[in-house]
């Protein structure tokens, strides 16, 4: 059974900083592409940011680059999101997922 867990979200103010982690169990993690998306109130998911399994090569969306980076640890099974110089626009609910696996989200919000 796969499972993709969450944590680090909450309340800060814009200008802020926040790490996301997201544990994966029921995969060989390392071989597996992960992603981190989005979803603001009344808006659709969007994808944030992605990580390749083969060489660790990342992408981002243009709203988020220069300010998050994504990063995994193949030993802890977990990849994280540091996000920076929040924004009140980068509020939403953060996803983990894999191929059709997501995580149950954890809720970030951004203060002006």
């Known amino acids: 059974q796969v499972q993709l867990v969450e944590s680090g979200g909450g309340l800060v103010q814009a200008g802020g900083s926040l790490r996301l982690s997201c544990v994966a169990s029921?995969?060989?993690?390392?071989?597996?592409?992960m992603a981190w998306f989005r979803q603001a109130p009344g808006k659709e998911r969007e994808s944030v940011a992605i990580?390749?399994?083969?060489?660790?090569?990342?992408s981002y969306a243009d709203s988020v680059k220069g300010r998050f980076t994504i990063s995994r640890d193949n030993a802890k099974n977990t990849v994280y999101l540091q996000m920076n110089s929040l924004k009140p626009e980068d509020t939403g609910v953060y996803y983990c997922q894999t191929v059709r696996y997501w995580g149950q989200g954890t809720q970030v919000t951004v203060s002006s």
């Open positions: 029921g995969i060989t993690f390392s071989t597996y592409d």
């Open positions: 990580i390749k399994w083969h060489d660790g090569s990342t």
